[in-house]
Every structure is written in C-alpha cells, then in structure tokens.
C-alpha cells in the first residue's frame, strides 16, 4: 500500500473525531470532571484509534492496538488537563488540552510505529501534539462553545490536525518504501 493512499484514508477518518466526541460526551457527560474526562475520552480515543487504525494498518490486531493506545492517551490526557484546570472554557486550556492529549497518545502510537521499524517515528510524539493543540485553537477560534465539555474538538479543527499528522505520516511512511528496481 502507498503511502499517499494511506494519507487518502487518514483523512477520511477525520470523521471519526465528531462521532467520537459525541459518543463520548453523550456516554459519559460533559468532561468537567476527572471520571468523565477519563471515561469520554476513552470512549473518543476509542472510536477516533479505530478511524486512524482503519486507515494505516491491514491487519485486524494492529487496527484494535491503534485503537487502545488512542483511547488511553486520550483519555489519561484529557483526565489529567481537567483534574488540573476543571472545565475546559477558554482557547488557552483547549490549546494547553490538545497540547497534553497529543503528547499522551503521539507517544503511545509511536511506540507502535517504532515497533513496525518505522524510521524516525519519534517525530511523530512532536507532530501530535501540535496537531492537536491546533485541532483545539481551530475548533475555539471557529466559536465552537467549550464549556459543554467535548472530549474532543470537532471537525474544523480535526480537517487541520489531520491535515497535519497526514502530512507527516506520509513523510515518516515514504522514508520506508523502497524503490523498485530500475529496468535493464
């Protein structure tokens, strides 16, 4: 599979972060507190890891550890920023959210990266975080209303962070593919 097919399908799961957010908010309420942080930002990582799962790996193991490591990033992320700075309502603690949840689940998923022999997959704990600090920034700048407490931006901010990990993924993937050999 080509690594610009995969960005294809990476930004198709863009879709997964509005479901995500809402299957997390309705499940568990508004993340204003530590549990409800915790339990909709597992339930969003959930559905968001299987979205990206879905688009870079074949294999129904990776897609489900994909799956897990976004939920547990996210949710631990999330659950930490909200015990620190409560409801999440102004674009400076959505900023400081996506900062904290991109680091949390870049770290993870490139854990898995870097076991699949992807080359500098270190960069991608960096690229997540701003991605998803931005994914933030767009969503509150947009004038999305923070304080019903979304686990997750919605889409205008995930188009832009997908964008971002897309591009990256493509960069980190490309280094992988090896040259078909030149005819004779």
């Known amino acids: 599979m080509s690594s610009r097919s995969v960005v294809l399908r990476w930004l198709i799961a863009t879709l997964a972060f509005p479901v995500g957010g809402y299957l997390g908010n309705f499940i568990a309420g508004p993340a204003a507190t530590?549990?409800?942080?915790?339990f909709s930002g597992l339930i969003a990582?959930?559905?968001i890891g299987l979205g990206q799962g879905l688009a870079i790996r074949s294999k129904p193991?990776?897609?489900?550890?994909?799956?897990?490591t976004t939920a547990v990033g996210m949710g631990?992320?999330?659950?930490?920023?909200?015990?620190?700075?409560?409801?999440?309502?102004?674009?400076?603690?959505?900023?400081?959210?996506?900062?904290?949840s991109g680091l949390a689940i870049g770290a993870l998923?490139?854990?898995?990266?870097?076991?699949?022999?992807v080359a500098n997959a270190w960069v991608w704990v960096p690229a997540t975080a701003i991605a998803w600090a931005v994914g933030w920034a767009v969503t509150a700048s947009v004038g999305v209303a923070l304080a019903?407490?979304?686990?997750?931006?919605?889409?205008?901010?995930?188009v832009v962070s997908q964008?971002?990990?897309?591009?990256?993924?493509?960069?980190?993937?490309?280094?992988?593919?090896?040259?078909?050999?030149?005819?004779?």
Not at 95 to 100: D, H, P, Q
């Open 148 to 158: 019903p407490g979304w686990p997750v931006y919605g889409i205008s901010g995930a």
């Open 76 to 100: 631990v992320g999330l659950a930490a920023v909200t015990a620190i700075i409560r409801q999440i309502d102004t674009m400076t603690d959505a900023v400081l959210l996506g900062a904290v």
């Open 109 to 117: 998923q490139a854990a898995l990266l870097m076991r699949d022999h």
């Open 61 to 68: 193991q990776p897609i489900v550890e994909w799956a897990a």
């Open 163 to 184: 964008l971002i990990t897309g591009v990256v993924l493509w960069k980190l993937m490309s280094r992988d593919e090896v040259p078909a050999p030149a005819a004779a």
């Open 34 to 38: 530590v549990p409800a942080a915790l």
């Open 45 to 47: 990582g959930t559905i």
